[in-house]
């Protein structure tokens, strides 16, 4: 036998030692515990992520659908704010836009007699009240400038088919258009004189007048002599028969302001000085930076015009 | 291991019951502490549990076991102001103060066992790991961090020291 092994047979000898059997158990319950427990930090945050992840996307969908929602409803806002801007110097422009067109018509009568001249059919129903006074376009528009609380109501011109009376249509079109520029004006003053976005901005309120004036439109001139004449007919306005187009001018005013004065230029050539003189005036509101050459004037001008 | 790193629990015992006995008696003959030897043995056996998920097995099993006890061996003796390896390796260590353990000694052991006990460290750790774990020259080497003829050297003194102590 070698040393070797003699050396390792006395070491068998020795009282084999063994760990106690509490330890056995503390270690493997320990070692039992960590493979239990392995999954369960597993289990723990995927109990997380697993509402982590709907959570965080009902978050971002109730996040956009209330900003959609904020965002929709910003938009009327916006539009209402720029309606009361727009109608602010109402009274007085109506009125100066008023005295301006009254006296091209001596009475509102036969200007109703001229509308056919201009292509529109009259409304028989304003003829079928002759009660009416002649004068009653003065007292109603001495009513407004009293009371401009109504101007507000026909801000936003409603979309309603309006008595119409024809006598006043032209003249009531033209109203509500210059007001409806003289407010987009107003607004682009306000805008440091935004050109492009003015003539945006008159291009929508235009196209919203145009709108309004295919079915017949004469909001406010005409309103008085709709209450006067049928004070409930004021509440439950009757639809006007069908008319014709009434032949709505172009708006220019959305239109470049080059454009716009060949347009004037045009009207001038073809001898409708009165409304070549009205677009001049609504261009030099608009645009009153803008500087018309010579040559363009004596083609727009009235004065210079040949 | 690999069984028990992916989760047999079963495969952890296996390995437990084969190696529990011969880890205790390396580690309670290398501290000569009872207590201690307890306490740093369940501590080389929670290491593994911590590492089953990182093993790879590079060497064998025992090889890496007893790495793990002569490195918590190292820092017990560390903690303690003691060296691993004598300067001397023929330097007797001075046979315990305490008379129990003596008498304990003397009872149980014999001669054999106060001759164990009177290894040095290096010596003892180097017999125990080939006496308990089998490891070879070179397995104890690789465990300890020697090279291998200091190993076997370690080995050789003290297999030389216990074959005089039976001797006697």
Known sequence: ?306 | MLAYGGGDAGAFETLYRRHRGALYRFVLRALRHRATAEELFQEVWLRVIEARGRYAPQARFTTWLYTIAHNLLVDHWRKKGLSVVPLDEDEMVAAPDNPARQAEAREALARFMHALEALPAAQREAFLLHEEAGLTVAEIAAVTGANEEAAKSRLRYAMAKLKAAVDE
Do not use: C
Request: charged fraction near 30%.
């Open chain 1, 1 to 306: 036998m070698s040393d070797e092994q003699e050396v390792s047979r006395h070491y068998r000898g020795l009282p084999p030692e063994e760990p106690p059997r509490a330890l056995d158990d503390a270690i493997l319950s320990a070692a039992r515990r960590a493979v239990r427990a392995r999954p369960a930090p597993l289990v723990v945050p995927s109990g997380r992520s697993r509402w982590y992840f709907p959570l965080a996307a009902a978050a971002v969908i109730v996040l956009a659908v209330a900003v959609t929602v904020h965002v929709q409803r910003e938009q009327p806002d916006t539009e209402a704010l720029s309606g009361p801007v727009a109608t602010t110097p109402e009274p007085q422009q109506e009125a100066a836009m008023r005295d301006r067109v009254e006296p091209e018509k001596p009475k509102p009568a036969p200007a109703r007699k001229a509308a056919p001249s201009e292509g529109f059919v009259p409304d028989p129903k304003p003829q079928a009240s002759p009660e009416a006074p002649a004068a009653a376009p003065d007292q109603a528009r001495m009513k407004r400038e009293a009371a401009p609380a109504p101007a507000p109501q026909a801000a936003p011109p409603p979309p309603r088919p309006s008595p119409a009376p024809q006598d006043s249509a032209g003249a009531a079109r033209d109203s509500a258009r210059a007001d409806a520029e003289r407010a987009a004006a107003t607004k682009a003053q306000a805008e440091e004189r935004a050109k492009a976005e003015a003539a945006q901005v008159l291009g929508q309120i235009a196209s919203g007048a145009r709108v309004q004036e295919a079915p017949a439109p004469a909001p406010k001139a005409a309103m008085p002599d709709a209450r006067r004449a049928a004070p409930s007919a004021a509440a439950k306005p009757k639809p006007a028969p069908a008319l014709p187009a009434p032949a709505p001018r172009t708006n220019y005013a959305s239109h470049s302001p080059e454009q716009w004065l060949q347009a004037i230029a045009d009207l001038r050539r073809q001898g409708r000085h009165e409304e070549a003189d009205r677009e001049l005036a609504d261009f030099r509101r608009v645009y009153r930076e803008y500087r018309i050459d010579e040559a363009t004037l004596d083609r727009v001008e009235r004065s210079r015009f040949k």
